[in-house]
């Protein structure tokens, strides 16, 4: 029988938590313990960040009539970005997988109307920059 995941295992949870916390503390050191994602992690916390200009362009170049950045929630902010950089760099991960993931891991901060919101918006940038996928 498989065990459930819990969702705090998830690495897109603590990719969001990693992101939140060097938002809300810009000087903070980020750890990452040993897992089997931590490279996983690294990565996107770190290109997330670094890149959040590009994102932000890019965002608002696709989804100027969908979503106002600057009257959007900061955890529902955080899971587009997150999610629109592993949808630019980390083409080995299919987008529906990409996509279905961050709805996974939204679950565990948002509310369902956000949740759907952020499905959608997804779903749509995502034929954008992947369109072979």
Request: no cysteine; hydrophobic share 40%.
């Amino acid at each position: 029988m498989l065990e459930k995941v819990h969702k705090s295992s998830l690495p897109r949870v603590k990719i969001v938590q990693k992101i939140y916390n060097l938002l809300m503390n810009p000087n903070a050191q980020v750890e990452y313990p040993k897992s089997q994602y931590k490279k996983f992690i690294k990565d996107v916390v770190e290109g997330t960040m670094e890149r959040s200009e590009m994102i932000e362009t890019t965002i608002n170049e696709h989804l100027k009539d969908d979503i106002d950045l600057k009257k959007t929630d900061k955890l529902l902010k955080i899971l587009l970005f997150a999610a629109v950089f592993e949808l630019l760099f980390k083409h080995n991960n299919p987008k529906n997988v990409i996509i279905s993931e961050y709805v996974l891991a939204a679950e565990y901060f948002l509310e369902k109307v956000q949740i759907g919101y952020l499905n959608a918006i997804l779903d749509k940038i995502s034929k954008v920059i992947r369109k072979d996928d």
